[in-house]
């Protein structure tokens, strides 16, 4: 019986044990048919958007946070709805860039007159959309390191991992990738580690408009065809995603 790309992403132990978000809107999978629904109910969505903007002058910390809640309309002790503290901020952002990429892509095809994004094939369509999930980073991205030592923290890199894996997924899915095939595994391993070190690499990046992160992906996406090549199971994709994201912050000092 062939696998469905819902029944691969369902078998998955990280998905399965990370919820996105406490609340009961969430979904374990994207599908074509079902609109896209926010994970967090309306305190939640309040409290994190406010405090999300707070992140460039405070970081990923409490203290945004707080500072979120009152600029909300909400009293400090709101805060304690989260339970994870600053990684619910980080989450936060994780998942609403992933979902909007949708949305991001409705919105550049159309526009496109001369059909060029229509046009581009599966691969230039994946480049697109990691530059825009990427590029969804610039306000904040002087405090990504930040983010990236929370999220390796051992009580929050099961969930890191998981939204890394639903990520890769999102963008293979997104950019027409609908094949099922013991590829599937191979595909969203690669681009696991492909986007990880590349959203690393961004962190120190100084160029114009981030031109050396491109140069960087594009090296890396180049590269693919021999990465994973050996990655057909479940077993193998989980182990690899999990290792590539540790070992990618541990090779910038993240102790782990």
Known sequence: ???????????????????????????????????IQSPFNATEEAVLAASLRQVPAHG????????????????DITVNLFSRGAFDLVNYHLVTKRLALKEQLDGRTAKDDGGAIRGLGVRERVR??????????????????????????????STSIAELARLSDEIWFLAGDISVDSNWYTKRASLSM????????????????????QEFLDRRL????????????????????AHSFINVLRSKGVRI
């Not at 978000?21 to 609109?35: F, I, L």
């Open 1 to 35: 019986m062939p696998v469905t790309r819902e029944h691969a992403l369902r078998r998955l132990p990280f998905l399965q044990r990370c919820p996105i978000s406490r609340s009961p809107q969430r979904r374990p999978y994207h599908s074509e048919h079902e609109p």
């Open 128 to 157: 697109l959309l990691v530059l825009e999930r990427l590029m969804a980073n610039r306000p904040i991205i002087h405090r990504w390191q930040e983010a990236l030592a929370i999220m390796a923290q051992p009580s929050h890199v």
């Open 222 to 241: 180049e590269d693919a065809h021999t990465v994973g090549s050996g990655i057909s199971n479940l077993g193998k994709y989980l182990d690899f995603t």
């Open 194 to 213: 492909i986007y990880s070190s590349t959203e690393l690499f961004m962190t120190q990046d100084k160029s114009t408009d981030f031109a050396d992160t």
């Open 60 to 75: 990923f910390t409490n203290a945004s946070l707080s500072l979120g809640a009152r600029e909300a309309g909400y009293l």
